[in-house]
């Protein structure tokens, strides 16, 4: 295994006696994007907030790049950088001045906050914005802005506290290819989220939390491996069209209530052929056929036994 | 102050420099307040002397008042619009904040006194001061706004959204009205009288007053340094507190 940036163990956190995370293990490898996944109120903010020093663990240990955040906060600060759920810029200042703000707490000279602060706008594309008020930003601009505050110390462990929240999808995409380019540069991300894609496409290692415990943890495909393969499903206008297809497709179960069939498969271009020649032969027309490969969704489903953030969110 | 104080000052004064409006309460009103009272309700008032004279000591302490709510809003809204959480996450001094509103504060609070005694003087107003009197008003002045600035942190912090921030703030803007600021205490009705004599602008309104005219008292000097004293600590004690208790 290579260094740990963290390494979290039996981190428990209890608000009264509402317990909020109950002994949660995790380690983050350098240089790697380790998403923690959860809906609404898991804890993911609570994990955060103590990882980034905000809020002080009832147990465990967790270490930051080497220290202890409890009793190294400093050296921890100084390593870290954070960039919450709501954006801390600071309204009535320019996105320039909010940036030059950073570098001076930062201390960087004034002419390597210049390159910086001119860099970091540049970077993400805030340039023509930079001389008004962080107020007048829409909220896409302002997470760039918030990210770019993030980044002026050039911090080494970036925590992002669901970064694309509320995001439109195009923002969205933007902010993914910006945690990308951080990974190149070897920044370890630790990024929470409710999106399930998001942690599909981004992490190199994904944690489940569920009510304050880590139902799963793995790699995306370690944890897709854990639910049914995929399969393709045919739906049909009636009743008879359903039960001709069963008989010819046996592998498959029937679902009588929505008219649909689904057939396992390994969802490669040869199995499909051979079903639509089966299809063909026998002259069955199914009204829809679609295939599917689990996504994060059906994972979160089988390991949580509920489903996941889009349907509480309902 | 450290480093990262004055970075926060700077910023404050952006800040301050960018809200027309606070500046307006800071500065404007007072102003605007000392032209009505002189022109248009003083001549009513008998204070054996030049109205003025009189005046003019108090809405000193009313200018440092009216910076109060500017100062509460400011500091309530770094704590719920979460840049706080950037600030704390960072490797800088964690009262540098706090420190730099109090500054911000004060300063400001200067400034609206400076216009005051600039335009009470155009009105005719001729203190009896002596250059020690001077630097005894100036002390007063730095005290009060001290004490008055760090209670209102306090406040600020306390508060949970910028409107109840302000709320929060407005006993301390009334206080200079139920005091000597503007009439004697001894023209004010029973029970009114009795809370302007023992509230903490009197005596400190009393002490500038005294020094102003060129006969200070002791015995209103010791009660005005003792609650400025007694303020500043009980605000600065509550705004750590309170800090430390809201991420």
């Known amino acids: 295994m290579t260094t740990s940036a963290i390494a979290v163990s039996g981190l428990r956190k209890a608000f009264g006696d509402k317990v909020v995370l109950d002994g949660i293990d995790l380690d983050v490898g350098t240089g790697t994007v380790f998403s923690l996944l959860g809906p609404n109120g898991a804890g993911k903010t609570t994990t955060v907030n103590v990882l980034t020093t905000l809020m002080k663990a009832d147990g465990g240990t967790v270490r930051v790049a080497g220290h202890d955040v409890a009793t190294e906060t400093k050296a921890v600060r100084a390593a870290i950088g954070v960039t919450g759920q709501f954006a801390a810029v600071d309204e009535l200042l320019t996105g320039q001045e909010n940036l030059q703000l950073m570098a001076d707490l930062q201390r960087l000279g004034s002419g390597e906050s210049r390159r910086v602060v001119t860099e970091l706008l540049k970077r993400f594309d805030l340039a023509d914005s930079a001389q008004k008020l962080a107020s007048t930003y829409s909220g896409g601009m302002r997470r760039k802005l918030d990210l770019a505050m993030t980044l002026v110390g050039n911090p080494r462990i970036i925590f992002l506290d669901e970064p694309t929240t509320g995001l439109d999808p195009r923002s969205r995409r933007t902010m993914w290819d910006i945690i990308r380019e951080l990974v190149a540069d070897g920044v370890t991300i630790f990024l929470t989220t409710q999106y399930l894609e998001e942690a599909d496409r981004l992490a190199d290692r994904i944690a489940v939390l569920d009510q304050g415990r880590l139902v799963a943890q793995g790699t995306p495909a370690e944890l897709k491996r854990q639910v049914p393969g995929s399969h393709v499903q045919l739906r049909f206008t009636s009743a008879g069209e359903l039960d001709a297809a069963a008989r010819v ?61 889009k349907e509480i969110a309902r | 102050m450290s480093a990262d104080s004055m970075i926060m000052l700077r910023r404050n004064f952006k800040h301050t420099v960018r809200s027309p409006t606070a500046v307006f309460n800071a500065v404007i009103f007072p102003v605007v307040l000392l032209l009505m009272f002189v022109y248009v309700i003083g001549g009513a008032f008998n204070v054996g002397a030049s109205y003025i004279d009189y005046a003019t000591p108090g809405m000193i302490v009313l200018a440092i008042c009216y910076g109060l709510s500017a100062t509460a809003l400011a500091v309530n809204s770094d704590m719920t619009k979460g840049i706080i959480n950037r600030f704390k996450v960072m490797d800088i001094s964690r009262s540098a904040v706090l420190s730099a509103h109090v500054a911000t504060s004060m300063l400001t609070s200067f400034i609206a006194i400076a216009a005051i005694i600039a335009v009470a003087f155009g009105l005719g107003f001729r203190p009896d001061a002596s250059f020690p009197d001077w630097l005894g008003v100036i002390a007063v002045i730095v005290l009060a706004g001290f004490a008055a600035s760090w209670i209102t942190v306090a406040l600020g912090l306390f508060a949970k959204t910028p409107d109840s921030a302000g709320m929060a703030i407005v006993p301390l803007i009334l206080l200079p009205f139920l005091s000597s600021a503007i009439v004697p205490v001894d023209k004010m009705g029973a029970g009114v009288r009795q809370f302007a004599e023992y509230q903490p602008f009197t005596p400190i309104i009393e002490t500038l007053r005294g020094l102003l005219t060129g006969a200070p008292s002791a015995g209103d000097a010791i009660a005005a340094v003792a609650w400025c004293a007694g303020i500043a600590l009980v605000g600065y004690l509550w705004s750590l507190s309170t800090f430390r208790k809201r991420a």
Not at chain 1, 255 to 273: F, I, N, Q
């Open chain 1, 249 to 309: 497709l046996t592998g498959a179960t029937r679902d009588d209530e929505d008219l649909t069939l689904r057939v396992p498969g390994d969802g490669g271009a040869k199995s499909l052929r051979a079903l639509l020649g089966q299809l063909d032969e026998y002259s069955i027309n199914p009204e829809e056929f679609s295939v599917h490969t689990p996504d994060l969704d059906d994972v979160f489903l089988a390991l949580t036994g509920h489903a996941g953030t």
